[in-house]
């Protein structure tokens, strides 16, 4: 399959955007930008087109997708139970990085929901995905749009490298502004629940409806627990290099660094360091990325993909990382980086 490649940097192509809507139409597949990451998109409502989803990502059909919606009225044809809490949120926080769960209708195919009977919905802050649902009839499910296990795209560049032959066409859209993916609230029991992490956390939703939960699988506290979000338990933005995050005071994180990035160099391998703006002059070799400043959240997380790609891309033996608990994306910033080390984690 031929991959068409849309540049929309500088604003939405009417042309280009008409043509991907009648590709989503007729059931093929887009790639779009949004504000977290980007997104492989498919009619949600066509199951033969989220079907294609997973063949392109080679993602485990169990895998639910989330749908996304460009108008609020647009979600109680997919959701069947909306509870007041859920509205107070869309209207705080939408368009923007939260996806809601809800009990599904019945025009939402098994295929697209993982074979659950709840459906997971979100309205993006991207005026070019706005714009795409749109065109390609109002529901279109979008998984992260990088082929299972790979970190997240946060540029359409990683879109290429992952999807290029299989997919119709790719909407570049720039950099994305926050870089990790939304934050998952589950509204379909007693106490809404956060599955996933994101850019939203617990603080925020509270300020809205009060008391929120956080699946125990997440927040570490339960290490045996199964996650309720069925894509959260599957190995993810693996780098291909086996990687360590480093945890102390600043001192010694840098020092522990520093002598086994020593050790890889004399054994003749190069190693790679995730560093801060803060630190990255403090260490003494191997390939220093700075990722964002302790002083930036967004600056950190809209580069943590980009910069684990680049280091596959580099070949790095290891990668030794600095920990990220800032304030507001913390928990969500620790939860990609804890796996893609498959939380291997030194108190240093
Ligand atoms: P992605 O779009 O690739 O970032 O992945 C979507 C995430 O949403 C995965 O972790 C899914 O397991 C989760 N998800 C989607 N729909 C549901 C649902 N109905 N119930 C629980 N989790 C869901
Ligand atoms: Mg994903």
Same mark, same amino acid.
């Given at each position: &399959? ?25 059931g093929?597949?887009? /790639? ?26 080679g ?11 460009a ?20 209207e ?7 996806? &809601? ?13 993982g ?6 919905v ?32 946060? /540029?359409?560049?990683h879109v /290429?490298?992952?999807?290029t032959?299989?997919?119709? &066409? ?56 199964r ?35 020593e ?6 391998r ?37 910069v ?11 990668i ?7 304030p507001? &994306? ?19």
């Amino acid at each position: &399959m031929n991959t068409i490649i849309v540049d929309m940097k500088a604003g939405i192509d009417e042309a280009a955007m008409a043509q991907a809507g009648r590709i989503l139409r007729a059931g093929g597949l887009v /790639a779009f930008p949004t504000e977290t990451v980007y997104g492989l998109g498919a009619d949600a409502l066509d199951e033969t087109a989220s079907e294609k989803i997973y063949r392109a990502k080679g993602r485990p059909s169990d895998n639910p997708l989330i749908v996304h919606i460009a108008a609020m009225q647009d979600l109680y044809r997919i959701a069947a139970k909306v509870p007041g809490k859920a509205e107070l949120l869309a209207e705080k926080f939408w368009p923007g990085p939260l996806t &809601m769960i809800f009990q599904k209708q019945d025009c939402v195919p098994l295929k697209t929901t993982g074979g659950l009977e709840t459906v997971a919905v979100r309205m993006p802050d991207h005026p070019v995905a706005l714009a795409l649902i749109r065109a390609g009839g109002g529901y279109i499910a979008a998984p992260s749009a990088n082929t299972s296990g790979r970190p997240s795209p946060t /540029a359409a560049k990683h879109v /290429a490298e992952d999807m290029t032959g299989k997919i119709e &066409m790719i909407i570049d859209g720039g950099s994305v502004g926050i870089g990790v993916e939304s934050t998952i609230v589950d509204m379909s029991g007693e106490t809404p629940m956060i599955l996933r992490p994101g850019y939203i956390n617990r603080e925020m939703l509270e300020a809205v409806i009060g008391e929120v939960g956080i699946d125990p699988a997440i927040s570490g506290a339960d290490v045996t627990a199964r996650p309720k979000a069925p894509g959260m338990k599957y190995r993810h933005y693996a780098p291909k290099a086996d990687m360590l995050i480093v945890e102390g005071t600043e001192k010694n994180v840098i020092s522990y660094i520093n002598t086994m990035v020593e050790k890889e160099l004399r054994e003749g391998r190069m190693p790679g360091i995730i560093a801060s703006e803060e630190t990255k002059d403090h260490y003494v070799g191997g390939i220093i990325k700075p990722i964002g400043s302790r002083m930036d959240e967004l600056s950190i997380s809209r580069h943590l993909f980009g910069v684990l790609r680049e280091f596959d891309e580099q070949k790095v033996s290891r990668i030794f990382s600095e920990a990220f608990d800032t304030p507001v &994306m913390g928990q969500a910033i620790m939860n990609r980086l804890l796996k893609a080390a498959g939380h291997q984690v030194l108190e240093v």
